[in-house]
């Protein structure tokens, strides 16, 4: 089922699978990157592992991918048009049920930014990106505070050779590395990262 959400920022789009599962474990909503859309591998593993451990998912396209443009918008409209899908599936499609926030890369930043207003109970991260390309030793370009704020479960799933960076585990977060880089195209590695972890989360 796809359709389009409103937003302060223009339309976003939704694609939603197995809305009609009544006994739902709960909602896993993910975000595209900044230059890709919800068809990438890793999402398309994650969405997979989801279904199978008995959740709904949600995969929304930013207004700015609606509209037809490939560079993203400002973090401030991301963020905020991310809230307004997630407030009205939350109202709709997605009520009751336990939402899980995610997405990669700048949709995984969106997500860590979002999560404690969002009230994510848990976060995914495919492929966060630490810092850009050739900045790691520039601490100002590092991207960890936005991973240090969430406060619930979190699972980072990265390319062992991410040119953008490996975060470091945490308390509260779990890191698993693939073969691969940025791209995540490991699908078969990425899916059963992500089906541990709800399944740890679930038990």
């Known amino acids: 089922m796809t359709f ?13 699978h197995d809305p009609r599962r009544r006994r739902a474990r709960g909602a896993l909503v993910l975000g595209h990157g ?7 591998p890793d999402l398309t593993a994650a969405k997979d ?24 918008a400002p973090a401030n409209q991301l963020d905020t048009a991310w809230l307004a899908v997630l407030e009205q599936l ?7 049920r336990t939402l ?4 990669r890369s700048s ?9 404690t207003q969002a009230g994510a109970k848990a976060v995914l991260c495919l492929a966060f990106p630490l810092h850009p390309p050739g900045r790691g030793d520039d601490p100002t370009k590092s991207r960890l505070p936005e991973l240090e704020s969430v406060t619930v ?7 062992e050779r991410d040119p953008f960076g490996i975060p470091p585990p945490g308390p509260r977060r779990k ?23 709800l399944s740890e989360l679930l038990s």
Not at 90 to 96: E, F, I, K, M, V
Not at 100 to 103: F, K
Request: proline share 9%.
């Open 90 to 96: 939350r109202h709709g499609p997605l009520a009751t």
């Open 175 to 197: 890191l698993v590395t693939v073969p691969g880089d940025h791209s995540l195209r490991s699908a078969p590695k990425v899916r059963a990262a992500v089906a541990d972890w």
């Open 100 to 103: 899980i926030a995610g997405g």
């Open 34 to 40: 900044a230059g890709g859309g919800v068809g990438a």
């Open 107 to 115: 949709g995984a930043r969106v997500a860590c930014r979002t999560a």
């Open 153 to 159: 479960p979190t699972l980072v799933v990265q390319g």
């Open 49 to 72: 592992a989801a279904l199978e451990a008995g959740f709904v998912v949600a995969l929304v396209e930013q207004p700015y991918r609606v509209a037809g443009r490939r560079s993203p």
């Open 4 to 16: 389009e959400l409103d937003t302060p920022h223009g339309p976003a789009r939704v694609h939603l």
